[in-house]
Nanobody
């Protein structure tokens, strides 16, 4: 079992930045690939970014490429999402999730453990 807890959300003006954190606990948490997803009101949960267990491979949704950066510190069992140049359309609840897949996966069904989410609101 892996437990995930997100933090770092909040209210920010357009053009601003936030850094989300996802603290993992449980057995062998460092061997999981990790992803960030988001869900806006009335919309389906969508993929944002993914990082391999080693941190050597990352993948981003086109909508955030060049603005968001995913990273991880396995010594701290923590994954981060640095979000820059935020836009109102980035407003959503952000979730981190863990997968045992060693290839890039972007669908929610491939992630087996989920956090409770953290709200990000970007004002115009």
């Amino acid at each position: 079992q892996v437990q995930l807890v997100e933090s770092g959300g909040g209210l920010v003006q357009a053009g601003g930045s936030l850094r989300l954190s996802c603290a993992a606990s449980g057995r062998t948490s460092s061997t999981y690939g990790m992803g960030w997803f988001r869900q806006a009101p009335g919309k389906e949960r969508e993929f944002v970014a993914r990082i391999s267990w080693s941190g050597g491979s990352t993948y981003y949704a086109d909508s955030v490429k060049g603005r968001f950066t995913i990273s991880r510190d396995n010594a701290k069992n923590t994954v981060y999402l640095q979000m820059n140049s935020l836009k109102p359309e980035d407003t959503a609840v952000y979730y981190c999730a863990a997968t045992t897949s060693t290839i890039v996966v972007i669908t929610t069904s491939n992630y087996y453990y989920w956090g409770q989410g953290t709200q990000v609101t970007v004002s115009s």
